[in-house]
Nanobody, 126 residues
Framework: QAQVVESGGGLVEAGGSLRLSCTAS????????MGWFRQAPGKEREGIAC????????WYADSVKGRFTISRDNAKRMLYLQMNDLKPDDTAMYYC???????????????????WGQGTQVTVSS
């Protein structure tokens, strides 16, 4: 059964950096596009970054473009999100999941598991 476990979140001051990790088990990780999603309190979950199976192409939501970088290591079955210049608005629970890009929107896919992981909390203080 395909599963993901997110880690690397924490409390950081505005302008700081964090690197999130996602460990994948089961399923076919290296054949799927993967993405990072986040959900702030009282808001809808949004897709913020997506990377192709090969890692050659990535997409970003406008809110994080230029500050966040998604990457993956298929040999280790790992997905990463480097977050720089963090802002209080980045405070949210962050999740990884298989993803698709439709009309510029990063959407979750059920190609690698049908449920969300436990997520990792990122809190940015002003």
């Amino acid at each position: 059964q395909a599963q993901v476990v997110e880690s690397g979140g924490g409390l950081v001051e505005a302008g700081g950096s964090l690197r999130l990790s996602c460990t994948a088990s089961g399923g076919t990780f290296d054949g799927l596009a993967m993405g990072w999603f986040r959900q702030a309190p009282g808001k809808e979950r949004e897709g913020i970054a997506c990377i192709t199976a090969s890692g050659e192409t990535s997409w970003y939501a406008d809110s994080v473009k230029g500050r966040f970088t998604i990457s993956r290591d298929n040999a280790k079955r790992m997905l990463y999100l480097q977050m720089n210049d963090l802002k209080p608005d980045d405070t949210a629970m962050y999740y990884c999941r298989a993803a698709v890009v439709v009309g510029g929107l990063i959407l979750p896919s059920t190609s690698f598991g049908s449920t969300w992981g436990q997520g990792t909390q990122v809190t940015v203080s002003s």
